[in-house]
């Protein structure tokens, strides 16, 4: 983003707010510009229409988010290509991802992106395929690591990876619902410590599950 004073990046910031806050359709133009403090013309200039601007702030905040996955999904993907990938390794890398999305999910400078992904439902139709492709990684290598630790197809992998992604996220995107429920975190918490163990001993029960295939009928072979 441009420096912090720039229109584009007051505009980005205002977009950001509104947007997570009401949504597209409630959002207007002129509420971004009085927000950003600019004149509206500067939305026509700068981002054409509030359809682009909106685009421009969801892009903005899921390249944030990719970012916070990169390095382990560097790491992970490195072990692969290097064949060096185990069942013990990927179930620790399990755990870490689990682990990561569990702070986004929780943590207060996630909250934003959250929203505006929730919000993206009722955005434009073609814009839903923008957080997909932010969240698709992280099911895909979620599944690979599956694969490598549980005799199970693709198919069922990647259900499972979305089961363990999609449970944890919509905590996050539904926060109010439990808002009350959710203690301040200790200091230096970012999210409370009997959360992230039950969450993430409920995640790491569906992978133990399709460890045993004994508990489970067969699914068709791909």
């Known amino acids: 983003m441009e420096g912090n004073n720039s229109t584009k990046t007051k505009l980005i910031k205002a977009g950001i707010k509104l947007f997570s806050q009401y949504g597209y359709a409630a959002t207007s133009t002129r509420m971004i510009a009085s927000e950003a403090e600019v004149n509206l013309s500067a939305i026509a200039f700068h981002y054409s229409n509030k359809e682009r601007l909106y685009v421009a702030c969801l892009e903005y905040m899921l390249e944030k988010v990719k970012g916070y996955y990169a390095a382990s999904y560097m790491e992970i993907e490195g072990t692969f290509k290097q064949d060096a990938m185990t069942p013990q390794k990927a179930y620790e890398f399990l755990e870490k991802l689990i682990d990561l999305q569990i702070e986004v999910a929780f943590a207060p400078q996630y909250k934003t992106t959250l929203a505006l992904i929730y919000w993206e439902n009722n955005g434009p139709g073609d814009m839903r395929p923008l957080s997909a492709a932010a969240f698709d990684r992280q099911e895909r290598v979620m599944a690979e ?30 926060r109010g619902f439990i808002e009350d429920l959710i203690p301040k975190p200790l200091e230096g918490e970012s999210v409370p410590l009997w959360i992230r ?13 399709l460890m045993k295939p004994e508990l489970f009928p067969p699914y068709p072979a791909q």
Do not use: D, M, W, Y
């Open 197 to 209: 163990e039950e969450i993430k001993g409920n995640c790491l029960a569906i992978v133990q599950r």
């Open 145 to 174: 690591l599956i694969q490598t630790v549980a005799p199970v197809s693709q198919s069922q992998a990647i259900i499972a990876s979305r089961h363990i992604n999609g449970s944890i996220i919509s905590f996050g995107e539904h």
